[in-house]
């Protein structure tokens, strides 16, 4: 029984722990309400929404960790599947493409961390206005009209081919990023200091921690993830409107949120994550087939996200006040 | 050497002006080798602006600093931590949500290589940083827990702890008991002691002339600026330190460099 309760406590000082019990309790509840939620279909659809959105929600996690926030991921999203795109109808071989897309969103990842550490303006200012300039710049260039191609290529297929039936490869890409992420974080010396960078600048710089590289690192990761989730939806799609990835940075910021990291930084998972981005994707699919009208995602949601927020504060806070 | 114990550390006629304000006007400032120096004085007396410079936090306007014999400069706090001086600070530089291990090695993890890898090695590092704790006296439940949920005087243990295990030769503590309770406190003073046991040099400021007089060997009493005096702790009485601060009488003592 003592064995019992020590487990438990251990348990539940875990960051990921709030959002295993709601996971836990919603698949259940999905799966008893919703008809075929418990399908190999319904749940593979699942997988690849949540891929997608889980692979920009791990880049942002990391990034939260270390202090700082990163509201252009949606634009970042849709500029990387733009460049991905254009260049494919120009018949530009996908892989000069790809580098393209990712480089494109490395260099946005650059201005955002350089101008966070530099001016001192809040990273929530900073890439709102980063979210505007590049959202505003891919519909000047593309004059509002989407970008479709018919073409195929391996490298479409690597990026999010369908295998197994309904099951995609962005799942494998999803896990990889998860797991290395998750391995440099927890692992290694980058990963302490990602967590000091966010818990205790002014510690962490006494100490000698790089803070500001780290950031800006962070900012980078951030936005290569946002845009190779961009290269992956237009992978899915074989197309993109310049509309594409608009709102995505709150539902990303609300998974990671769901997941455990705290918005004040230094704490956080990654595993808390994959688990915040599978829940917002079952949430999607199992109120649909619940029979709720697909309004009431954005509702739920967003109780979903406070009632988390709410429990991980308390489970911080249960040892962090004495 | 007037005392037959060398010095460590000595600062001769270190000035530093910050606009208009002059912090520190020619002030000379020793510590011997295994000795705990008391660095009183009242708010704004220029102690902070001393050990600043010290430890490279800031560069003297004029003056020479010498360690271990030898002229120094230092451009950063690094510099400083490199040859072996380590500052426990007010805010102890621990993260509260890290746990005890992950705070003891910031910035200095141990990694080994696991194929092209170089991965953390925690199960090393948990054994090192219990068993440093333990040597000073500190004995942590686990080395997991988060730093947040030790007591003051558990946070400035694992601060001192993981300054003597990383070999410092100077120890400074700032205001080491300022937020502790009485037992605490007294427990951070034994730590002192340890440490100095141990062959370090230590720098002990504080506004609290009991909590240091019962553990440094001489102190160094420092007003607007100036050096007021320098006593053996046998030359003074802890109400005498006081008085001093109080008046601000100037007083002149002797130090313990040789010729320079």
Not at chain 1, 78 to 85: E, L, P, R, T, Y
Not at chain 1, 95 to 101: H, P
Not at chain 1, 168 to 175: D, E, K, P, T
Not at chain 1, 241 to 257: H, K, S
């Amino acid at each position: 029984m003592s064995f019992l309760k020590a487990f438990t406590k251990k348990l539940s000082s875990r960051p990921e722990f709030g959002v295993f019990v709601a996971f836990a309790i919603l698949f259940v509840g999905f799966s008893l309400t919703a008809t075929n939620f418990l399908t190999f279909e319904s749940i593979a659809g699942i997988v690849t929404v949540a891929a997608e959105l889980g692979i920009v929600t791990a880049g942002i996690t990391f990034l939260m960790i270390a202090g700082e926030f990163d509201l252009s991921v949606g634009s970042v999203l849709g500029v990387s599947g733009m460049i991905f795109a254009i260049t494919a109808t120009a018949g530009l071989p996908h892989i000069v493409g790809l580098l393209l897309a990712l480089g494109a969103a490395a260099v946005i990842g650059l201005i955002n961390g350089v101008m966070v550490v530099h001016t001192e303006v809040p990273s929530f200012i900073i890439t709102l206005g980063s979210q505007m300039l590049w959202r505003g710049v891919i519909l000047a260039v593309t004059r509002g009209f989407p970008v479709r191609y018919w073409g195929d290529s391996a490298l479409l297929f690597a990026l999010n081919g369908r295998f197994a039936g309904q099951l995609r490869v962005s799942a494998f890409w999803f896990l990889t990023v998860v797991f290395l992420l998750a391995f440099v974080l927890t692992r290694t010396r980058y990963g302490n200091w990602v967590f000091a960078t966010g818990g205790g600048p002014q510690a962490a710089k006494t100490l000698g921690i790089p803070i500001n590289r780290v950031k800006i690192v962070n900012f980078i990761l951030s936005a290569i993830l946002a845009g190779l989730a961009g290269c992956i939806q237009f992978a899915r799609f074989r197309s993109i409107d310049p509309t594409r990835g608009q709102g995505l940075e709150l539902e990303a910021i609300a998974a990671a949120v769901i997941g455990g990291t705290l918005m004040t930084g230094g704490y956080g998972s990654l595993i808390g994550a994959l688990l915040g981005a599978l829940l917002v994707g079952m949430v999607r699919s199992g109120l649909i087939m619940a029979g709720a009208p697909s309004y009431w995602y954005q509702a739920f949601i967003g109780i979903v996200l406070i009632v988390a927020s709410v429990v991980n504060i308390r489970l911080t806070r249960r040892w962090t006040s004495r | 050497m007037s005392q037959g114990k060398e010095c460590l550390v000595e600062m001769i006629g270190i000035s530093k002006k910050f606009g208009t304000v002059q912090a520190l006007k020619d002030v000379d400032f020793d510590v011997r080798r295994q000795e705990v120096m008391g660095l009183v004085g009242d708010n704004g007396a220029g102690k902070s602006t001393l050990i600043k410079i010290l430890t490279g936090v800031y560069q003297p306007d004029s003056g020479k600093i010498y360690f271990e014999g030898r002229e120094v400069h230092f451009n950063s706090p690094k510099d400083a931590r490199d040859l072996g001086i380590e500052t426990v600070y007010q805010d102890l530089a621990l993260i509260p949500l890290m746990s005890i291990t992950r705070n003891f090695f910031l910035g200095r993890e141990l990694v080994q290589k696991v194929g092209p890898l170089r991965v953390m090695n925690h199960r090393k590092m948990d054994e090192i940083a219990i068993q440093a704790l333990r040597a000073i006296g500190v004995h942590v439940r686990s080395p997991d827990e988060p730093v947040a949920i030790l007591s003051g005087g558990e946070r400035q243990s694992v601060a001192i702890g993981r300054a003597v295990h990383f070999g410092a030769k100077l120890l400074i503590l700032d205001e080491p008991t300022a937020s502790l309770s009485i037992k605490e406190s007294q427990k951070v003073l034994d730590y002192v002691l340890e440490a100095k046991e141990r062959g370090l040099s230590i720098i002990f400021i504080t506004h609290n002339i009991y909590h240091v007089y019962s553990v440094a060997d001489r102190f160094t009493i420092l007003e607007h600026g100036r050096k007021l005096a320098e006593f053996a702790k046998s030359d003074v009485s802890a109400e005498e330190i006081i008085e001093i601060i109080r008046s601000g009488r100037r007083v002149v003592g002797e130090d313990c460099g040789g010729e320079r």
